[in-house]
C-alpha cells in the first residue's frame, strides 16, 4: 500500500530565511505528488502538483518542489520564507490508477518567526 | 467560480444520534471525496463518488455511508455517533484523474 512520510512535525524558521519541508513516498509505480497547505480553520489548498514531465514545479506563491523518482521524494523548498506562510503543510501522493484517492503524510507545521 | 461548499460548518452532536453532511462540488467537476480530519489519525480517506457510483471506499465502518446526486452533489452520513468520530470531515471535488482535488472548508463534527 502506498505511504507518504514527513519526517518533520515542526519547522520553526526566521523570516527571510529558506526553509525545505520533506517528503518521501513508498511507492516505485507512476504517482502524481501534491504539496497541499492548511492555515487555521479552514479546508486544504493545492499547492502545487506532479503529474508528469518537469520535475521541478512552482507555485505562484514561490514555493517549488523537486520529483527525485530514485530517492522517491518531493521536497518542498521556499528561498524566503514570510509570516504568512506560517500553515500546515500536507504531501499527498495518487497512485494514478482507476481512483483518485489521496495518501495523506502527517503534515508538517511551519512556524515562521519574526 | 464557486469552490467546494460544504454545509453546516459546524455541528454538535450526541452518543448515538446520526448526521448527514452536504457537500457541493465545483460546477463540472464529477468526482467526490470524502476525508476525516482528527489530530491522532490525521487526513484519512474515507470514500470517493464519480457519476454517482462509489469507486473507492477508506477502512471505517459502517456506520459511515455516503451517496452522489446526479448533479455530483454528496451526502455522507454517519449513523450512532461515538466520541472519536469528533473530526473535521473534508470534502474535496476533481475534474479528472490526477488533477489534484479542491477542497472545501470542512464540516467540524464534536460529538458530546
Known amino acids: 500500500a502506498q505511504s507518504v512520510t514527513q519526517l518533520d512535525s515542526q519547522v520553526p524558521v526566521f523570516e527571510e530565511a529558506p526553509v525545505e519541508l520533506r517528503c518521501n513516498y513508498s511507492?516505485?509505480?507512476?504517482?502524481?505528488l501534491f504539496w497541499y497547505v492548511q492555515y487555521p480553520n479552514q479546508g486544504l489548498q493545492l499547492l502545487l502538483k506532479y503529474l508528469s514531465g518537469s520535475t521541478l514545479v512552482e507555485s505562484i506563491n514561490g514555493f517549488e518542489a523537486e520529483f527525485n523518482k530514485s530517492q522517491t521524494s518531493f521536497h518542498l523548498r521556499k528561498p524566503s520564507v514570510h509570516i504568512s506562510d506560517t500553515a500546515e503543510y500536507f504531501c499527498a501522493v495518487s497512485d494514478g490508477g482507476a481512483t483518485n484517492k489521496l495518501i495523506f503524510g502527517t503534515g508538517t507545521l511551519l512556524a515562521v518567526q519574526p | 467560480k464557486a469552490g467546494v461548499t460544504q454545509t453546516p460548518r459546524y455541528l454538535i452532536k450526541t452518543r448515538g444520534q446520526q448526521v448527514t453532511l452536504s457537500c457541493s462540488p465545483i460546477s463540472g467537476h464529477r468526482s467526490v471525496s470524502w476525508y476525516q480530519q482528527t489530530p491522532g489519525q490525521g487526513l484519512q480517506f474515507l470514500f470517493e463518488y464519480f457519476s454517482e457510483t462509489q469507486r473507492n471506499k477508506g477502512n471505517f465502518p459502517g456506520r459511515f455511508s455516503g451517496r452522489q446526486f446526479s448533479n455530483s452533489r454528496s451526502e455522507m452520513n454517519v449513523s450512532t455517533l461515538e466520541l472519536g468520530d469528533s473530526a473535521l470531515y473534508l470534502c474535496?471535488?476533481?475534474?479528472?484523474?490526477?488533477?489534484?482535488?479542491?477542497f472545501g472548508s470542512g464540516t467540524r463534527l464534536t460529538v458530546v
Open positions: 474535496a471535488s476533481s475534474s479528472g484523474q490526477g488533477t489534484g482535488y479542491t
Open positions: 511507492s516505485s509505480v507512476s504517482v502524481y
